[in-house]
């Protein structure tokens, strides 16, 4: 019995990571023939290029982890899903909309959305399970950061 829920909560966990996972890598592999972030004039403060994929896939798994943790525990509802897989959507198409489009100003508008929507995952996740939420805060702060570097990126090379 204990083995059978040992292997449940492997397999909830195992689900959770590689959702956001392979869908940040499927999103990394459409947008990787026009990444053009080195060729934009960028703003202070812009990291190197490289720190890009080492980041999206640390803050990827924290979604897993946090998603996982509320499922584990039986704390997910229609809200958590929801405004879970809606910033998930929303963050995927950004890098298309950014790179792959290059419409800098609706990525920016797009950014935004997107962190009243990591936002609301934050305190919703973190309502039901403090760990959940507060692994989501590296998320959020990256998102506002990255809305930064969208919007310097777009007046510095209109």
């Known amino acids: 019995m204990a083995i059978r829920l040992n292997l449940e909560r492997i397999k909830t966990f ?20 026009s990444m053009d972030y080195e060729m934009l004039v960028r703003p202070p403060l812009s990291p190197p290029g490289i720190l890009f994929p ?11 982890i946090s998603y996982g943790i509320l499922k584990d525990k039986g704390l ?20 298309i909309i950014f790179f792959n489009l290059k419409w800098r100003l609706l990525a920016f508008i797009w950014i935004v959305i997107l962190d009243f929507l990591v936002l609301a995952m ?19 702060a990256w998102v506002l950061f990255a809305t930064y570097l969208n919007l310097s990126v777009y007046l ?3």
């Open 122 to 140: 934050t305190v919703t996740f973190y309502n039901r399970n403090k760990l959940s939420g507060l692994l989501q805060i590296p998320y959020l």
């Open 76 to 95: 997910l509802d229609d809200n958590a899903r929801w405004v879970y897989y809606i910033q998930l959507f929303v963050n995927l198409l950004w890098p």
């Open 156 to 158: 510095l090379n209109r």
């Open 14 to 33: 195992a689900i959770a990571l590689i959702i956001p996972l392979a869908l940040g890598g499927l999103t990394g592999f459409i947008t990787s023939g």
């Open 54 to 64: 080492i980041v999206w896939t640390l803050l990827y798994a924290l979604m897993g």
